[in-house]
Structures are given as structure tokens and as C-alpha cells.
């Protein structure tokens, strides 16, 4: 696992603004895109990312995102993230990330679920 894609996800449950920006400008390279299903398009650049990710902070204080399993394989990471809400409630989301020479992440894609018939 890298240490920018653990540093990203860890974010999503910083409640300080501040920190949380500064760990996603840890973990993103300056022209990065990321892009999720509710993204309505590529995000680009870790101040998008870190206004986005501070939305979902905004709307579900408590939660947590918590990478559970990684994988690497010809420069992509893929990420297996629990988004943990206070109620107990969990959701899964698998995560593609190309990283940069310096670790940062350059380019990431989420889905919902982790891609297993159910």
C-alpha cells in the first residue's frame, strides 16, 4: 500500500479543514485528477479534490474511510476502502490509482462495491 493513498483516505475523516487539505496536497500531484461516481466529472488538482472531499466531511461528520486492502500491479494501485459512518453503516469502494515517480498520486478512479457478484 502506499503511503499517499493512506494519507488521502485518512482525510476523509479529518473534521479540521486545514489538515485535511494539507494531506490531500501530501497525496496529489499538482495536476492529478480524480474522479468517483458522484463526481460529475474528473476532478483536477488537489484543491478540488480537498474542497470534494470536505463535502462529504460536511454531510457525514464522524465518518471515516479506511483503506482494508491494496495491490499493486505495473504502476496501478488498486485500493479497497471501507467508508465507516458512526451508525454503523459501512459502504466498499475499490479505488485506481497511477502514482508518480515522488508517490504522489497522479490519477485516481473509485466504483462503488468492490466489483464481486452479489
Known sequence: MTDAITTFFD???MADADARRAAIQKSFSSTATYADPRTDAPLTGPDAVAEYVGMFSAQAPGAVAEVTASDTRDGV???TIAFKMPNGMQQLGQYFAEMGQDGQINRMVG??????PE
Open 11 to 13: 482525510a476523509w475523516g
Open 111 to 116: 466504483f462503488v462495491g468492490t466489483g464481486a
Open 77 to 79: 494501485t488498486r485500493a
